[in-house]
């Protein structure tokens, strides 16, 4: 895309402004020890522990109803703070069986808003903006989420896979149409802890149409085998009118 060079430089900058934050101290210096970013979750520790030194009532969490029809997400949970969003996402290993390829998504409301983004086969609410879409294993192994994003194509509130422009055949050459080519996104950080997925997304390196609402987002996910959802979250247990269980996404409050 002609724009990418726009978008590294943006990236350069913006990394290095949090990494500037961080080390910024109250002593001495005039600093607002109020104003001073600590990055509490660390996604290269090998350890999920450090969870438990956020606010626990700022963290969302779904699980999968013991009945619902898409076994294969058993559990997320989800903390954004003034950055970043963090992401505990596990996998079913009874479901995810082909370990080959295995899609795994995350579909973001960024701007907390119906009035745009789309996208309702597997949420009830279809106003997401941008597609996060990355694989979690590949070749047999857990590899390192380095997710593709794609912005939302189709009419407000309207359904079907329209994550690229459809008047455009697409290939490799312009990333499948993709704003940011897979494996390109700066600020996205993934390891694989007993049998789960921890995940790092710095916001404001996300394209977005929308714009990102500082206050609430709106996030849900879906794994795959072969291209098709084999587990979706939130969900709730299936009824006759909605088999799937299909629900809400989960609303994000950002920690500030």
């Keep these: 895309m002609k724009a ?8 350069v900058a913006m990394l ?20 001073e970013y600590k990055q509490v979750i660390q996604v290269n520790d090998n350890s999920l522990a450090d969870w438990a030194n956020v606010p626990q009532d700022m963290i969302v969490t779904a699980t999968c109803p013991e009945d619902a029809a898409l ?38 409301d960024t ?18 903006d941008v ?18 994003v794609f912005h939302w194509w189709g009419a407000v509130g309207e359904g079907g896979w329209i994550w690229q422009d459809p008047s455009v055949e697409h290939s490799g050459d312009d990333k499948w149409g993709a704003d940011v080519g897979e494996g390109e996104l700066q600020g996205t950080t993934s ?16 394209p977005t149409p929308a714009g990102w609402n500082e206050d609430e ?22 009824t006759e009118d909605n088999p799937y269980g299909y629900t809400m996404k989960l609303k994000v409050k950002i920690d500030k």
């Design 191 to 206: 390891q694989f802890i007993d049998g789960k997925f921890e995940i790092q997304i710095m916001r404001e390196l996300v």
């Design 111 to 128: 701007d907390n808003s119906d009035a745009t983004g789309g996208y309702g086969d597997e949420f009830k609410d279809p106003n997401a």
């Design 71 to 108: 076994l294969g997400l058993k559990s997320v949970k989800v903390y954004a703070d003034k950055y970043f969003i963090f992401i505990i996402a596990e996998p079913d290993p009874k479901t995810v069986t082909d370990l080959s390829w295995t899609p795994f998504h995350v579909y973001i």
């Design 16 to 35: 290095a402004f949090v990494a500037c934050e961080k080390k910024q101290g109250g002593g001495g210096g005039g600093d607002d020890p109020q104003t």
């Design 217 to 238: 987002i709106g996030i849900g996910f879906d794994i795959q085998q072969s291209w098709s959802s084999v587990g979706v979250l939130p969900l709730v247990s299936p």
């Design 4 to 11: 990418n060079w726009k978008i590294a430089l943006m990236c």
């Design 131 to 148: 597609l996060l879409e990355g694989v979690v294993y590949a070749d047999g192994a857990p590899v390192a989420w380095g997710p593709a």
